[in-house]
């Protein structure tokens, strides 16, 4: 005989029934959805201690860290790449979620649009966009909280942050 889910004999498939599971899932960040949201989270592992120091290993785990490169002679300018040694599955996801955050985020559309203009190709600003969504993600995945629009929004206007002076003109 089956046991049927939510019983004694088989625990329901939820938060409280797997202990240690995180209960704030990735599903609150705009364009995630029910498809991304955990394939970001499966991606990025269960293991906070791993990205605990900072953002920046996260993001070069995921690719969306810049990478320049030096040849030795003195230059204004380093020329900078896409970084190759990531995880590819992690970029890829983290690209598909920057490109459906734009429609439903102002700030991220204001961010595109304002690399856009600086004549990036639409891959360039959308992985500029996954590196600024991956220190959002970050510091959701460390303190075990769901994305808060309005506390983002609040902290950008408390910080100064620039996306909010070109929506105004």
Known sequence: MLATPGTKDHPRDDDEAVPGRCKQRPSTLPGAGSKL???????????????????????CFGGTAPVSIRSGKDRKYWPVHQRQACNKHLRYALHLFAEQSLSRCVWAHIYYQHHRQKNQSHANALRRLARR??????????????????????????????????QKS
């Not at 394939?39 to 290993?57: C, N, P, T, V, Y």
């Not at 303190?143 to 942050?161: C, F, K, T, V």
């Open 37 to 59: 949201a955990p394939r970001l989270l499966s991606e990025i592992g269960d293991d906070r201690q791993r990205f605990e120091a900072d953002a920046q290993a996260l993001q």
């Open 133 to 166: 969504w991956l220190k959002i993600i970050h510091k959701m995945w460390l303190d075990r909280s769901p994305y808060n629009a309005e506390l983002h929004h609040r902290n950008q206007l408390q910080n100064g942050s620039w996306i909010f002076q070109f």
